[in-house]
């Protein structure tokens, strides 16, 4: 797990704590995970939700945290560093954690803009699974997870998904958003899950 990590960011994890119990009384996982903030000094202690029988979760919630801590304070609490987190984590849990997708709340809300705009939170689906399904499409489109991990630090809180794509791909950040759309609208079973273009896996 921690190898994946350093791979993806290209940085070295630094130790942290971590205690797995039945966070909000769960033992199968959906009590999420959590820690205090986004480096390793002050996000370190990690509290991670029990998952009887499938230890795959517990991997994928432990990563979750742990990506955000190697953000190094970037993207901490903003919907672009959730969407990322949230892809770390399925490499690593194997998809372990698909009943928590959030792209498929962000096509019933109507897909609203998250490409040009970020939103100022890591708690509403919506945003965050326009963030999963983008990231999904740069991936299916031949950008490895860490090549978008990391310009995604670099892009820091104020770079936007749009400007991820403009530094990815060379063309004009503008393009993002009709692109993206009219990639998402050709989809022929529409948006199920957070990578309805089949990036899976992303390394």
Same mark, same amino acid.
């Given at each position: 797990?921690?190898?994946?990590?350093?791979?993806?960011?290209?940085?070295?994890?630094?130790?942290?704590?971590?205690?797995?119990?039945?966070?909000?009384?769960?033992? $199968?996982?959906?009590?999420?995970?959590?820690?205090?903030?986004?480096?390793?000094?002050?996000?370190?202690?990690?509290?991670?939700?029990?998952?009887?029988?499938?230890? !795959?979760?517990?991997?994928?919630?432990?990563?979750?945290?742990? %990506? +955000?801590?190697? @953000?190094?304070?970037?993207?901490? =609490? /903003?919907?672009?560093?959730?969407?990322?987190?949230?892809?770390?984590?399925?490499?690593?849990?194997?998809?372990?954690?698909?009943? /928590?997708? &959030?792209?498929?709340?962000?096509?019933?809300?109507? @897909?609203?803009?998250?490409?040009?705009?970020?939103?100022?939170?890591? &708690?509403?689906?919506?945003?965050?699974?326009? =963030?999963?399904? /983008?990231?999904?499409?740069?991936?299916? %489109? #031949?950008?490895?997870?860490?090549?978008?991990?990391? +310009? @995604?630090?670099?892009?820091?809180?104020? #770079?936007?998904?749009?400007?991820?794509?403009? *530094?990815?791909?060379?063309?004009?950040? $503008? *393009?993002?958003?009709? +692109?993206?759309?009219?990639?998402? +609208? !050709?989809?022929?079973?529409?948006?199920?899950? $957070?990578?309805? /273009?089949?990036?899976?896996?992303? @390394?």
């Amino acid at each position: 797990m921690v190898g994946i990590n350093n791979q993806i960011f290209s940085t070295p994890t630094e130790p942290v704590s971590v205690i797995v119990f039945a966070l909000d009384g769960a033992t $199968d996982g959906t009590g999420g995970a959590d820690h205090l903030g986004c480096t390793f000094q002050s996000g370190g202690a990690i509290e991670v939700c029990a998952s009887f029988g499938n230890p !795959a979760r517990v991997s994928g919630l432990f990563e979750a945290e742990l %990506s +955000e801590c190697s @953000m190094n304070g970037s993207l901490c =609490g /903003f919907s672009t560093g959730e969407a990322l987190s949230r892809w770390c984590a399925a490499v690593v849990s194997n998809n372990a954690l698909s009943d /928590f997708a &959030t792209a498929p709340d962000w096509a019933e809300a109507g @897909m609203p803009d998250f490409v040009n705009k970020t939103e100022k939170s890591d &708690t509403v689906p919506v945003s965050t699974g326009c =963030g999963m399904a /983008f990231i999904s499409w740069l991936i299916s %489109s #031949g950008y490895k997870l860490p090549k978008i991990a990391q +310009e @995604m630090v670099a892009l820091g809180d104020a #770079g936007t998904l749009a400007d991820l794509y403009g *530094q990815l791909t060379g063309n004009a950040a $503008d *393009q993002a958003w009709p +692109e993206f759309k009219k990639a998402i +609208e !050709a989809l022929p079973g529409g948006v199920t899950s $957070d990578d309805p /273009f089949g990036g899976f896996p992303p @390394m």
